[in-house]
C-alpha cells in the first residue's frame, strides 16, 4: 500500500520568500503524485500533479514540483510567496490505474508580512 | 461551472444521534468520492461511487457508515449512532471517467461534523 509522509506541521514564511514544502512517498512502483491546497472554509484545490515525463512540473499560482525518484520524493516549490498563499497543503499519491489517493497530513503554510 | 457542493457545511449533533451528509458533484462527473479528514490527519478515503457500478466501500471505518447515490448524481453519507470519534471534516470529490488517478478529483469545501 502507498503512504505519504509530510515531515513539516507547520512551516512560517515571509511575503516575498522562498517556499519549499517536503513530500516523501512510499510504493512500490512508479506513483501518480499531486499537491493539493486548501485556505479555510475552502475544498482542495489541484495545484499540480505529475504522472510522468518531465520530473519538474509546473502548476497554477506559480507553484512548481519535483519527482525524484532516488528519494521517493515530490517537494513543492515557490521562488516568491505571496500573503495569499497561507493555506494547508497536502501531497497525495495514487497508484496508476487506481482512484484511491492516499494523503499526507498537510503541512499548514503561514505568511508573514 | 458550478463546483462540487457539500450540505450543511457545519453540523452539531449529540453522540448517538444519525446523521446525514450531502454531496452534488460537478455535472457529468460520474466518479464520487467520499473522504474524512480528521484534525491533524491527512485525507482518509471513505467510499468511492463510478456510475452504476456497485461502489467500493472498503474505507468505510464501521458499518455505522453508508452512502447511496441517487440517479448517479447527488450522494449521501449517513453515521448512524455517532460517537465522538466522529468528529471530523468530511470531504466529497468528483471526477471525470475514465476514474483512475489521472483524472483530477475536485473537492467540495466539506462539512465540518462535530459530536457532542
Known amino acids: 500500500a502507498q503512504s505519504v509522509t509530510q515531515p513539516d506541521i507547520h512551516i512560517t514564511v515571509s511575503e516575498g520568500a522562498s517556499l519549499e514544502l517536503r513530500c516523501n512517498y512510499s510504493y512500490g512502483a512508479t506513483p501518480y503524485l499531486f499537491w493539493y491546497v486548501q485556505s479555510p472554509g475552502q475544498g482542495l484545490q489541484l495545484l499540480l500533479k505529475y504522472f510522468s515525463g518531465d520530473t519538474l512540473v509546473q502548476g497554477i499560482k506559480g507553484f512548481e514540483a519535483e519527482f525524484k525518484r532516488s528519494q521517493s520524493s515530490f517537494n513543492l516549490r515557490k521562488p516568491s510567496v505571496h500573503w495569499s498563499d497561507a493555506a494547508e497543503y497536502f501531497c497525495?499519491?495514487?497508484?496508476?490505474?487506481?482512484?484511491?489517493?492516499?494523503f499526507g497530513a498537510g503541512t499548514t503554510v503561514t505568511v508573514r508580512a | 461551472g458550478a463546483g462540487v457542493s457539500q450540505s450543511p457545511s457545519n453540523k452539531v449533533t449529540e453522540k448517538g444521534k444519525d446523521v446525514e451528509l450531502r454531496c452534488d458533484p460537478i455535472?457529468?462527473?460520474?466518479?464520487l468520492y467520499w473522504y474524512r479528514q480528521s484534525l491533524g490527519q491527512g485525507l482518509e478515503f471513505l467510499i468511492y461511487?463510478?456510475?452504476?457500478?456497485?461502489?467500493?466501500k472498503s474505507g468505510l471505518p464501521s458499518d455505522r457508515f453508508s452512502a447511496e447515490r441517487t440517479g448517479g448524481s447527488v450522494s449521501t453519507l449517513t453515521i448512524q449512532r455517532t460517537q465522538q470519534e466522529d468528529s471530523a471534516v468530511y470531504l466529497c470529490?468528483?471526477?471525470?471517467?475514465?476514474?483512475?488517478?489521472?483524472?483530477?478529483?475536485?473537492f467540495g469545501p466539506g462539512t465540518r461534523l462535530l459530536v457532542l
Open positions: 455535472s457529468g462527473h460520474t466518479a
Open positions: 461511487f463510478q456510475g452504476n457500478s456497485a461502489p467500493d
Open positions: 497525495a499519491v495514487g497508484p496508476f490505474n487506481d482512484y484511491k489517493l492516499s
Open positions: 470529490a468528483s471526477s471525470q471517467p475514465p476514474f483512475d488517478a489521472e483524472e483530477t478529483q475536485y
